[in-house]
């Protein structure tokens, strides 16, 4: 037997593209339809189909690489096994004479049971719901199976009709020169049956849309962007199919109060600036083993003496839920030291007197900018 390789005139690290380039080539040069049936070129064109079927297969051309001929066992030609020539012709130039039937070479029929489209829906929840799990109840408009015709389409006590076209197969094949090409039936749109009177309710499609009710649980511990999947509450399928799914995608609004870093929670809190100076407690809001206090909760937390604004009290395991273990965020309590305004003439005048008795050691950051300060002006004043 010859090489198939040789056949089709390609060496042997030819890519897949180069490969189907010289097929196309030689069938259209080959085929018996444009030779007159020469049996010759009957014969050459089963022998480059053979080539084909072997070498576009990727198995198939590694075993007939390592063991030539004996590695494919007749894969190509042998009994049972060689391939159609239409199929052929539907692989390699579906692609390129497919536009001329308005649909790809390889397109099948839609007679079979279809299963139903996924469907979306955004939902904005609140962070007390990310944080504690809550349940929603959600309206989505779906395709449902017409009840009223149960699906066929057809108006009750009539039957959908074969079409005549395809006789139900649902495709048909349509002949140009020398090669044929599958495609969905025009009349039935490979549905393989005709409505000839269609139900009122659907007008015929088997399927309205109506809007319905679901309850969803928002597990704890989402986050922004998370996806929760209900599968089969998506759209009926068509002829029986199996309904799609609904995936809902979560977004969570800001919160006034707290701001979302993983699993931790920070929170801005206010302190008054006699209670940093001195040290204290205050109160922070918290989601969680704090005191009820009108339906939010809030903690103690301990203010150091001499709190400056911007520093940060971490409260451990006060923070969101882990969605996948039983791990818990913090809570960030970051200190905003906040100067009074609006003094009387007593403030003020204690306020003076706080100053002329105050020192460098009560004020280092002060200090450590002053000298920085006179250093940098020294050395400007110096070039």
């Not at 051309?61 to 066992?73: I, K, L, S």
């Not at 009223?148 to 495709?171: F, L, V």
């Not at 395991?317 to 996948?324: K, Q, V």
Request: charged share 25%; hydrophobic share 35%; aromatic share 6%.
């Amino acid at each position: 037997m010859r090489d198939y390789y040789e056949i089709l005139g390609v060496s042997r690290d030819c890519d897949a593209a180069a490969l189907k380039a010289s097929f196309r080539k030689l069938a259209m040069e080959h085929h018996p339809d444009r030779n007159g049936g020469c049996e010759d070129a009957s014969g050459r064109f089963k022998e480059i189909n053979e080539a084909y079927s072997v070498l576009a297969d990727a198995q198939k051309r590694a075993a007939y690489d390592r063991f030539g001929h004996a590695g494919v066992n007749g894969a190509g030609g042998g009994p049972g096994q060689f391939h159609d020539v239409n199929d052929i012709f539907n692989e390699v130039f579906g692609d390129v004479f497919g536009d001329m039937f308005g649909r790809g070479g390889r397109e099948r029929g839609r007679s079979g049971p279809a299963r139903g489209q996924d469907l979306r829906y955004d939902l904005e929840i609140t962070l007390e719901q990310a944080y504690a799990s809550a349940e929603v109840e959600i309206t989505v408009p779906a395709a449902l199976t017409c009840e009223t015709c149960e699906g066929s389409g057809a108006k009750p006590g009539t039957s959908p009709t074969t079409c005549a076209t395809c006789n139900g197969q649902g495709r048909v094949r349509a002949s140009q020169g020398f090669f044929s090409i599958e495609r969905a039936c025009p009349r039935c749109g490979g549905s393989g049956r005709m409505v000839m009177d269609p139900c009122v309710d659907c007008r015929g499609a088997g399927q309205v849309r109506r809007e319905r009710t679901l309850q969803v649980r928002i597990p704890a511990g989402v986050d922004d962007g998370a996806r929760i999947r209900l599968a089969g509450e998506g759209d009926s399928g068509a002829r029986g199919g199996p309904r799609g799914d609904l995936y809902i995608f979560l977004s969570v609004t800001p919160h006034e109060l707290f701001e979302r870093d993983g699993l931790d929670l920070l929170c801005t809190v206010p302190v008054p600036m006699a209670a940093a100076v001195l040290g204290g407690e205050i109160d922070a809001p918290c989601l969680m083993g704090g005191e009820a206090c009108d339906g939010a909760c809030k903690i103690s937390v301990k203010v150091p003496e001499g709190a400056q604004t911007g520093k940060t009290v971490r409260l451990k395991g006060r923070g969101m839920p882990s969605l996948r273990s039983r791990d818990r965020g913090d809570l960030v309590v970051e200190l905003f030291v906040e100067t009074p305004t609006r003094l009387n003439a007593r403030q003020k005048e204690l306020m003076r007197e706080f100053a002329e008795l105050g020192s460098d050691q009560q004020h280092p950051k002060s200090a450590s900018f002053i000298g920085k300060a006179k250093r940098f002006w020294d050395a400007v004043t110096t070039v």
